[in-house]
């Protein structure tokens, strides 16, 4: 089975801190994902890559950074926390693959992260 | 500008009833995903459907995909209690991206 795991299933921290969430998944995949979860909102993606060191931007890629350094794990970078970035947070992971393929995602658990 | 759009956004439905979740999309795509979403948990893929007319079931639930129409639903027989959850699709293009619409929250009512 594929596994996906993040490093904190809960995390409260202070405005204008520096906050690292972190994903590892166990089946060689190519593309990880950052997502966003708001109620009405439905995922909101932040942040991919699609190769070790690659990164593309989402949709709301702002007050955010990633890091890719091993083909298992993504992090997820909050600069300076501020309380608008309260929210549950999901990382996914999928094969490259080629047209056609299936390409589902895999999440993980998520990280509920309150800013106060 | 990319939109995926579910209605309902809310469904409460008694048990035993059929029900449809619809879900809209603005751009051409052949892939599209239906996932499920428990209170608390993360999100477990349902289905994947690849091509216009694609149809999968599984239990109660079928999926089918109307690509011309850029259209997926989710059909719903004979609700039960342990189908209450939140059900997103979610369509793919170019590339490796997906794109969420918002989810339709089901509550199964005995």
């Known amino acids: 089975d594929v596994k996906v795991t993040q490093s904190s299933r809960y995390l409260v921290k202070r405005t204008g801190e520096k906050v690292f969430l972190e994903c590892v998944q166990d089946?060689?995949?190519?593309?990880m994902f950052w997502y966003r979860q708001d109620p009405g909102l439905g995922l909101r993606l932040i942040y991919f890559?699609?190769?070790?060191?690659?990164?593309e931007k989402g949709d709301i890629p702002e007050g955010y950074s990633v890091s890719r350094e091993k083909k298992e794990r993504f992090s997820l970078i909050l600069e300076s926390a501020s309380t608008n970035q309260t929210s549950m947070y999901l990382c996914?992971?999928?094969?490259?693959?080629?047209?056609?393929?299936?390409?589902?995602?895999?999440f993980g658990p998520g990280t509920r992260l309150l800013v106060l | 500008e990319l939109k995926v759009e579910q209605n309902p956004l809310f469904l409460s439905m008694q048990e035993g009833k059929n029900y449809t979740i619809y879900c809209n999309y603005s751009?051409?795509?052949?892939?599209l995903y239906w996932y499920r979403q428990d209170p608390g948990k993360s999100l477990e893929s349902l289905f994947v459907l690849l091509s216009n007319g694609a149809v999968k079931q599984e239990g109660r639930l079928m999926a089918s995909l109307d690509t011309k129409a850029r259209l997926s639903t989710l059909h719903i027989t004979a609700a039960v209690h342990d189908l209450s959850a939140t059900y997103f699709c979610a369509v793919g293009f170019t590339g490796n991206q997906f794109y969420f619409g918002t989810g339709t929250s089901l509550t199964v009512i005995p």
């Open positions: 089946m060689d995949h190519e593309n």
């Open positions: 890559s699609y190769d070790v060191k690659m990164k």
């Open positions: 996914a992971s999928s094969f490259l693959g080629l047209i056609g393929q299936r390409k589902t995602q895999y």
């Open positions: 751009t051409t795509s052949d892939r």
